[in-house]
């Protein structure tokens, strides 16, 4: 076993933290406003219980699945996450991660490199687009998804651009020039080995957005991407079936809360949704997303897949998540740590913590298979779920 080896995802959030600058480390735990959705995304999964049996379980427990047209080998896949300089490889480390344990890579808008590598690195990639800019832009993003060989959209319309965090907010430069490199100095020095990590590469953290740009272009810088995100128009119902309608493939709408909005999203003629806070970045006050996946699996489940994300720390929550109505789960914070603390290693031994806790989940309550799983397997507390709009 290799020396960065870690035990579970808050060994590897430990190690993250110890090994990056700190205005990076707190880019990656983001949350917003007081962190109340932040803390009960993970707070509300450890109210769900389980009740293990001693005899008659399973020997070897099916982990694989579907999801969005991709056969996958456990429950879990990479959600898109648009973070910069976690580490030199970044998203190529985690989508080669994936690949090596069978599982499919969401690709942010936002990423620090180009789709073009990522799916060469794993053909099972999603694309994630925002609504940002006009139309004709956002057609010539999909066109180039397409082209690069992406299998399935991810749109991504969950955010309400909070502002402020209680504990604090990073600074991130717009570009890392040496005078930028210059005013991190001091919390850089306290971190050689992440700053070693890139010394080797020969590169300093990339702060372009490359998929935001023609195939082939530096790409607009983070926060330029992020300013035309945040001044075009929340689009319309009317404007996501438009988006969906020019896209030849599944489709999955991320950060569905509420019930109407689940079906509106079908009407709109999407393939699955993810009900999501986006890891409760987005309007601080949100309940937890797990409570609100049992009222959304109800209503929608048998007309599109039914995807869920935020707060998913360990296999245990994974199958809490698939026995209250998820086809499967997509982490964020939990590979950023692991990427963070070890690179791709450090990917690969998430989505292990992961089938392994799965794998224990399921033997206790004597599943077979991850289809099997239903709301019968974990006991819920009375008042625990939420159904907004219903
Ligand atoms: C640092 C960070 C950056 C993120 N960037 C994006 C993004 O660019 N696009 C997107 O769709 N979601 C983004 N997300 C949301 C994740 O895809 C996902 O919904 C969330 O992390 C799930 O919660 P978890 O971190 O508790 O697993 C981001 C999340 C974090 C923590």
């Given at each position: 076993m290799s020396s960065g080896w870690f035990e579970t995802v808050a060994e590897a959030q430990r190690r993250a933290e110890k090994r990056l600058p700190r205005s990076v480390y707190k880019a990656l735990l983001a949350g917003s406003e007081r962190g109340l959705t932040y803390r009960d995304n993970i707070e509300a999964f450890g109210e769900l219980g389980f009740a293990p049996h001693v005899a008659g379980m399973p020997a070897d427990p099916q982990l694989g699945t579907t999801v969005l047209g991709q056969e996958i080998a456990l429950p879990v896949i990479i959600s898109p996450t648009g973070v910069?300089?976690?580490?030199?490889?970044g998203e190529v480390a985690v989508a080669r991660a994936a690949a090596a344990r069978g599982t499919a890579v969401g690709l942010s808008s936002f990423a620090s490199q180009p789709i073009e590598e990522v799916v060469a690195a794993n053909d099972k990639t999603f694309f994630q687009i925002y609504w940002s800019g006009d139309r004709a832009t956002m057609e010539r993003r999909l066109q180039r998804a397409q082209e690069a060989g992406a299998k399935a959209i991810i749109a991504t319309l969950d955010w309400t651009f909070a502002h402020g965090r209680d504990w604090g907010s990073p600074t991130i430069p717009e570009a890392l020039t040496p005078k930028a490199m210059l005013s991190f100095a001091p919390e850089v020095a306290l971190k050689p080995r992440w700053l070693l990590d890139f010394a080797r590469s020969g590169a300093l953290p990339d702060l372009t957005t490359p998929n935001m740009a023609e195939r082939g272009e530096k790409g607009p810088t983070f926060f330029g991407a992020y300013g035309e995100w945040m001044t075009t128009p929340p689009p319309t119902w009317e404007d996501i079936a438009w988006l969906r309608s020019q896209w030849d493939g599944p489709f999955l709408l991320k950060g569905v809360c509420r019930i109407d909005d689940a079906r509106r999203a079908v009407d709109a003629g999407v393939s699955a949704i993810s009900v999501s806070t986006h890891g409760g970045n987005n309007l601080d006050g949100t309940p937890g997303a797990i409570r609100m996946l049992p009222g959304i699996a109800d209503a929608v489940g048998d007309q599109v897949e039914v995807l869920f994300d935020s707060g998913v720390r360990r296999g245990g929550d994974v199958v809490k998540a698939l026995a209250l109505g998820a086809r499967a789960v997509m982490i964020g914070r939990a590979y950023l740590w692991g990427l963070a603390a070890n690179g791709q290693a450090g990917v690969e031994n998430v989505l292990d913590i992961m089938s392994g806790g799965i794998r224990s989940a399921m033997l206790g309550l004597g599943r077979t298979s991850v289809q099997e799983l239903t709301r019968e397997d974990v006991l819920i507390p009375e008042g625990f779920t939420r159904e907004l709009g219903a």
């Open positions: 910069q300089a976690v580490h030199p490889e």
